[in-house]
Structures are given as C-alpha cells and as structure tokens.
C-alpha cells in the first residue's frame, strides 16, 4: 500500500450544523432511480422498511433510460448458463469474480420476470415468444429488448411507476447530495440539496445507486447527470473504490459535428450492419474475426486506428445487410438520425467511439456492501466483480436489478437508528481567491480527459492529466463557490483524478484499459485490482490486490477468438 503523488481532497464540500439543518429520518436512503437505485429501493419497501429515494434528475433522465440494447439473459435452450458465464468471464479478460459472474448469469431468468411482473412489455413475436438481440461478446442470442431500441426507457416507465405507487416509498426528484454523513465509522445519511433548500437525512442504511462518469470525457453516450457523483461520494466518506481504471467505449455513437452525440446500439451491429470507411472499405474482418462483433473495447481502438490511417473524424455503419426494414427495427435510431437527414435503410451513418460505462466504483461484495458500514453501493457506482476490466454488452441492466434487489433486502435487515454528527466543518474557503468559470473549466477538464486519459493512454499522457487536474481542483477547492454547478464539477475532478491515477498505476493493457506504452496483457504481475481510498490527509492511497490466476485462461476458446 502506498500514496500516491496526487492531488488531495476534503473531506466534505460543505459544512454541517444540525442545529441549523431540518432532518428527514428514514429506514433506507436511496440515492438514484435507475435501474439499480430503483430495484433496491423496491426491494427494501418490500421487506417493509420504508424509504426514501432522491434523485437529482427525472426519472427519465437516468442513464438507464437511455439503454438501447436490453437485458442479457439465457431463456433458450441454445443457450445455457455456462455460455453467460464463460462469455462474461472471457470479455472480463481475467478480473471478473466468478462467484459473482455465476450467481447474477442465474438470476437473468427470474430478472426478466421480475421486470415483467411489474409491467415492463418486452418485444415478442406472434407466438408470444420472446425475441432475442445478439451483442458483441455474445455467442448466442440472449438480449431481451423492448419497442426494438428503447429498452431502457420501458424499464425505466415500468419502474418509476412501481416507485411512485409503493406505499413505503417516498420519492424525492430535483435533490443533489452533496456529502455521506458519517459518525462513529457507520454512514448514517447524507446532506440533500434543492433549488430552495438544504435537508439533512438520518438513515438506517444508505444505497448508493448515482450511476456513472461519462460526461468528464469530451465524447460520452451518457446524459447530463452522468458527472462521477457515486464514487467522490464515496471516496469523501471514507469507503474504498476499485477498477476506476477501466472505462469503457462504446464504438458507435452518432458523429455529426455541432450535434449531440447519440448511442448507435450494439444490436444493430448485431442485425448485421457493418463498419465501414469513407472509402466504403469494411475493416473490422481483419481486425478480429469476429468481426463488428468483437468486444466492445476491440471494435473502439480499431476504429480509432481507421480514423487515425484514413485522415478522417468517423467512420460509418452501414444498415444495407440488416435483414429487415431498419426503421421498424430500430425506431428510436431511425427518428435521429432522421432530424438529420440520413435514411438509415440507404445512408451509412457516421460514428466515433464515446465514453460509455464506468465499469469500477465502489468495492462491494455481491449484495452491494462497501468497506463502510451503512453504506451500499449498485449499478455504475459499483464495482462487485462482474465486469472485470471490460463489461460484456447488456449485462449492465442485469447486474444493476439483481445486485439492486439482493442490496435493499440486506439494507432493509442492516438498518440501524444512528445519530447524525452534530458540527462537521467544510473545507477551508479564501475570501479573496478569484472566481472561476465553471463552464470552462468543466470544458477544460473534459477535453483533457478525452485527449489524455481516452482510448489510447500513456504516462506522459496520464501524469498531465493528473497534475492538471489537481491544480484546477485546488483552484476550485479555495474559491467561495457554491451550489450544485460548481459540487458537480468538484466531483468531476475527484473522479477524473481517481481514474487517472489508477489508469498511471497499472502499466499494462488490459480490457479498456490500453497502455500504448505497455501494449501487452501481464497476467504474471497485473491479474489483480487496484484498490483506492482517501487518506487521513485527503491523499490517495493504492493498494494491489494479490495477483490471482487469470480467471479466463481456462476458458475454452471462443469461435473466433484471438489470444
């Protein structure tokens, strides 16, 4: 174990006096309305606890409503739970938990039921059969998918509604949390913000469920929210973070220069679109075979190397072989790209990679317990084990209701009556420091992420970015600023930071982890995690988990697999 050369971090963002806060006192706190906050929120409601659930955006708003592909799971006799398993455990390349790979694949069954008994419609042909996508990194069909495209949004509809209507569920949409309350070594709530005001929460238990990270890269898939809220939450309080190295890329998201960048789903490649140049040259068959279906980290950098060879900002998916009419099939896709003018049954549509999925975050076991007492983490704030250094396509929606689920029930038994400190001082504020532009610096910081900390990453490239950002961090830390803007950007940089700090220690590739310095998998010195927490003097501290065998090397080849 050792601490790094980084920057340093409060403790907190703000002070807190509960002579002067009103308090809300609740069984379980659930922070996020996505599919994980909301499946444990449920879940907790159901054991009878009651519950609170604050989001900062609505409901719609979360990163699961925007999931285009599905839900993985085996529901075929082609398929088995041992092709999940060794599919996830081979795309994981080594760091997934086979424990806990094992025990979320069984569950996909019950998941997709669960989903249905609360309302959600899955996609189904005229036999009442479910219809199931493929996705990279899967050797069968196993996606189980809604209106063809907008899978996230059924899901998110299907749970909001169940929120909403639970009767020991209160839900709170439009408040930010700005710290984890922590006294004695237990998480006993948090501090909320509003437009209008500030609220203390005293709980039982707190479930961590504020999603992912990918709006600190330039290039992201994920909503405005999406700003690393869960793991500097986290870290703040004390609770240890692992795998934040691993980021993962999703290889094609609409590029169209002055527009908003859009998720081209995994199922369309999976319907037989094809990635081909501006000379209408298909690459990815040379590449890995197979092919637009190869792991989603391996379809990224090969497009990045097209676009680097060819002089060009994109590349295209090309619908032409798509067995069906696109716009029936992909609708939500077809509505987009439409405002633009492209005719996805006849146009090539222009993609780059984007940010897509943070696939480390809190350390949990599988039912989402943290190193902190109290405090539970699920979803994209997590990191129980399942992704290892690449996540398997569609397995995300899985994880977050099935480590949702099993994370309220343990929450609901372990809530505990637990006092809120009373004084807990805010970090040191200079009345004379200047006032910075928050927009700027956030463009700043995302630029330096997508440039430096990206795809492509070396130790040149990760120490930059690690001393920028601490700088800007101080910069922010000493001025008088306030309010969600200026915590969201705080948070930001605490989990920029904490990213690239890993993404510097391990010198190897790996997954989505590339090192163009360290071009090659080292099993014999990097099959392990990197564990981070907060020091006592607001450092960070590394430590290497013991090397393990790799959990994939016994795997039998995959057809088309490349060692």
Not at 179 to 191: K, N, Q, S
Not at 206 to 216: D, I, K, M
Request: glycine share 10%.
């Amino acid at each position: 174990m050792h601490s790094f050369d980084a920057p340093r971090f409060p403790e907190r963002l703000g002070a807190f006096d509960a002579r002067r806060t009103p308090v809300l006192r609740t069984d379980v706190l659930v922070i996020g309305a996505g599919i994980a906050g909301a499946s444990a929120a449920l879940s907790a409601a159901d054991e009878g606890a009651s519950v609170l659930c604050v989001t900062k955006a609505p409901f719609e708003d979360a990163n699961t409503a925007w999931a285009m592909g599905g839900v993985a799971a085996v529901l075929e006799e082609i398929d088995s739970f041992d092709l999940h398993v060794g599919d996830t455990l081979r795309v994981g390349a080594g760091l997934s938990s086979r424990p806990v790979v094992e025990s979320v694949v069984r569950e996909g069954p019950e998941t997709v039921r669960w989903l249905e008994s609360l309302g959600a419609r899955f996609d189904r042909n005229a036999d009442g059969r479910l219809l199931l996508g493929r996705e990279g990194g899967h050797s069968v069909h196993r996606v189980v998918h809604a209106r063809g495209d907008a899978t996230g949004q059924e899901i998110e509809r299907t749970l909001a509604d169940a929120l909403l209507t639970h009767p020991n569920i209160l839900c709170k949409v439009g408040f930010f949390v700005r710290d984890l309350l922590v006294e004695d070594g237990r998480c006993v709530g948090a501090i909320l913000q509003s437009a209008e005001l500030e609220v203390a929460v005293r709980a039982g238990s707190v479930v961590l469920a504020a999603g992912g990270a990918g709006q600190v890269f330039r290039e992201t898939t994920n909503p405005a929210g999406a700003t690393g809220d869960g793991p500097a939450l986290a870290f703040r309080a004390g609770a240890s973070l692992a795998d934040l190295e691993f980021f993962q890329f999703h290889p094609t998201v609409l590029y169209i220069a002055g527009a908003s960048r859009f998720l081209i789903s995994e199922v369309v490649r999976g319907a037989g679109a094809h990635l081909v140049d501006a000379q209408g040259e298909r690459f990815m068959t040379s590449v890995h075979a197979d092919a637009e279906l190869a792991p989603r980290d391996v379809v990224s950098r090969a497009i990045l190397d097209r676009m680097v060879a060819t002089g060009d900002t994109h590349v295209y998916l090309d619908l032409s072989d798509v067995h069906g009419d696109p716009h029936t099939l992909f609708p939500s896709i077809s509505r987009i790209c439409g405002a633009f003018d492209i005719d996805i049954a006849r146009d090539p549509i222009p993609v780059r990679p984007g940010a897509h999925y943070l696939i480390g975050g809190v350390k949990t076991d599988e039912c989402g317990r943290s190193d902190l007492p109290g405090l539970f983490a699920v979803g994209e704030a997590a990191a129980t084990g399942l992704h290892g250094a690449n996540r398997l396509a569609s397995n995300s929606l899985l994880e977050g209701a099935v480590v949702g689920r099993a994370a309220g029930r343990v929450a609901a038994a372990d809530a505990q009556v637990c006092e809120l400190p009373h004084l807990l001082v805010g970090p040191h504020l200079d009345p004379e420091a200047p006032r910075l532009q928050i927009e700027d610096m956030l463009y700043s910081l995302k630029s330096l992420m997508w440039r430096e900390v990206g795809l492509v990453r070396t130790e040149s490239s990760l120490a930059e970015a690690v001393h920028r950002i601490g700088l800007w961090n101080h910069y922010l830390e000493r001025s008088a600023q306030h309010g969600r803007r200026a915590h969201e950007l705080q948070n930001m940089l605490l989990t920029s930071a904490l990213i690239a700090i890993a993404a510097r220690e391990r010198t190897e590739s790996r997954g989505t982890h590339f090192r163009a310095d360290h071009p090659e998998r080292d099993d014999a010195t990097w099959c392990g995690h990197l564990v981070l927490r907060r020091g006592a003097e607001g450092d960070v501290v590394l430590q290497k988990t013991d090397v393990k065998p790799a959990s994939d090397s016994l795997l039998p080849a995959h057809p088309g697999q490349t060692r």
